[in-house]
């Protein structure tokens, strides 16, 4: 079964199609950016059991980073678990996340779309800001995180 992630849909999780993909509707965020700002987004890309997802939003040189949100999609593993995800990165330390990994390996997880009040600064200048999620476990086949934020 595949993973599919639509961007800025509103419709609910949909079923497996014919071809086995299953489609997962995300909606990250829209806030405009503060004046001068660079648009940054990272993406894990869709990675299986055996390893953490991580999207890295970059920073460059004389520049702040700011995260604005994250979401993560997957598929379920052999037992349900609780996945750890960690921001890293950030001023003040990180803070930690979990998702709720169903039991069935071709189970669709619940879309998990966290978008902050205010955006949250790195921790100095030229400094990355990382969102890793933890192996979904034994069994799972699809997992992906995206994350969204600006430079200044």
Do not use: C, K
């Not at 879309?111 to 205010?118: A, D, E, I, N």
């Amino acid at each position: 079964m595949a993973l599919q992630v639509n961007q800025n849909s509103n419709a609910p999780p949909s079923a497996a199609s014919p071809d086995g993909t299953v489609s997962f509707p995300l909606t990250v965020g829209s806030a405009p950016l503060p004046n001068g700002a660079t648009a940054l987004a990272g993406s894990s890309g869709v990675v299986a059991a055996a390893g953490s997802a991580v999207a890295t939003l970059t920073s460059a040189a004389g520049r702040l980073a700011y995260i604005t949100g994250f979401a993560v999609v997957g598929l379920g593993a052999t037992t349900a678990i609780v996945a750890a995800i960690t921001i890293s990165g950030l001023a003040g330390g990180s803070i930690n996340f979990g998702y709720p990994v169903p039991a069935g390996v071709g189970v669709a997880g619940p879309p998990l779309s966290v978008q902050f009040s205010s955006p949250l600064p790195a921790s100095a200048v030229a400094t990355n800001i990382v969102v890793t999620v933890a192996s979904f476990g034994s069994g799972n086949t699809a997992a992906s995180v995206m994350a969204e934020g600006y430079m200044i």
